[in-house]
């Protein structure tokens, strides 16, 4: 399932600071449901900082999402990943159905 908006979900760029009240880049979310295995996710940097994606694992539930490398993980079920420390983080991705908020700078289909 995927729904996009543009610039209207806040995004941390730099941890501690203020969400930014907008943001150029196109926002979408999808959902893992219930039967959803391993995300397949590896991100440059660990929470609070910026979430990149820098590795999609094959035959995964982000491959079959059409995710691209250098998308931003944003939120997890509506909590920002920069407001997170890592206990929380590893709890949120578990959790089923869980709803992912990426940003990206490329087109994504509606």
């Not at 449901?33 to 397949?40: A, H, L, V």
């Not at 491959?63 to 939120?75: F, H, N, P």
């Not at 997890?76 to 990206?104: I, Q, V």
Request: aromatic residues 10%.
């Amino acid at each position: 399932q995927q729904q996009q908006q543009k610039g209207t979900l806040s995004a941390c760029t730099v941890p501690g600071t203020e969400h930014p009240a907008s943001d150029p880049r196109s926002f979408f979310d999808l959902t893992a449901d219930r039967s959803t295995g391993k995300i397949g996710l590896n991100f440059t940097e660990k929470v609070p900082r910026p979430l990149f994606i820098a590795k999609i694992a094959a035959a995964t539930w982000a491959t079959s999402m059409g995710l691209a490398l250098q998308d931003e993980l944003v939120a997890l079920n509506g909590n920002y990943c920069c407001d997170m420390n890592e206990s929380d983080f590893k709890y949120w991705l578990k959790h089923r159905p869980l709803t992912l908020t990426f940003a990206t700078s490329r087109a994504v289909g509606k």
